[in-house]
């Protein structure tokens, strides 16, 4: 039903990444009375995931939306509403901004929506922080204030996104986590740093309404 491969130029100690296998898709597929490319199975897409420069960046971005997922599920009045992946947002703001992920978090009475940007290190300091003109063009233009959230892979990188932005945008309110905050104690919980804070205080994800 699944199939699994270690990624190349890996050492021993490598976990194994696994995807769906053929037999996996038609089952799914049937479930739901799709064939298995309407259910969006790709098989050459997925063999070809092994050879992708960036699939510590895809795993990581989907690492992020399982804890959001989970979060929500086990938090009290709580739903992840909304989660567009990456093609969605390009096609809908790509004109701007192209963020790897966009989300709707409604808790309770109060509703968050957020674009995140996963960011592994591997670009310069100043593209990324070369994002936040785009995000201010988007606000601006729409008239909305949307949050914009980091997820990091260390605290190297969280930190010098905080240094870089060290004035809060009165367009763009930036916070930022790293992935394992992300992943214990989780979403919801006060792990969000608000760039520009001189405090350095965190935040609850439903605080930052």
Request: hydrophobic share 40%; glycine share 6%; aromatic share 8%.
């Amino acid at each position: 039903m699944i199939d699994h491969f270690l990624p190349p130029h890996t050492d021993a100690r490598a976990p194994y990444h696994w995807v769906l296998a053929d037999q996996g898709a038609q089952v799914l597929a049937a479930l739901q009375g799709l064939t298995p490319h309407e259910l969006g199975h790709r098989p050459a897409a997925q063999r070809a995931l092994r050879l992708n420069s960036h699939l510590g960046h895809i795993t990581g971005l989907a690492e992020t939306y399982v804890c959001f997922f989970v979060s929500a599920r086990a938090t009290p009045g709580t739903q992840l509403q909304r989660w567009w992946p990456e093609a969605r947002c390009r096609a809908t703001w790509g004109h701007h901004v192209r963020p790897d992920a966009y989300l709707r978090w409604r808790q309770n009475s109060v509703t968050v929506d957020a674009f995140i940007e996963y960011d592994t290190g591997s670009e310069p300091l100043a593209r990324a922080i070369a994002k936040i003109d785009r995000y201010r063009a988007l606000a601006e233009e729409t008239e909305h204030r949307t949050p914009v959230l980091f997820v990091v892979t260390g605290s190297k990188r969280l930190t010098n996104i905080c240094r870089s932005l060290h004035t809060p945008d009165p367009w763009v309110p930036v916070h930022v986590t790293r992935i394992d905050q992300l992943t214990h104690p989780g979403p919801a919980r006060p792990i969000w740093r608000q760039v520009g804070d001189a405090t350095c205080s965190v935040r609850a994800l439903v605080e930052l309404a």
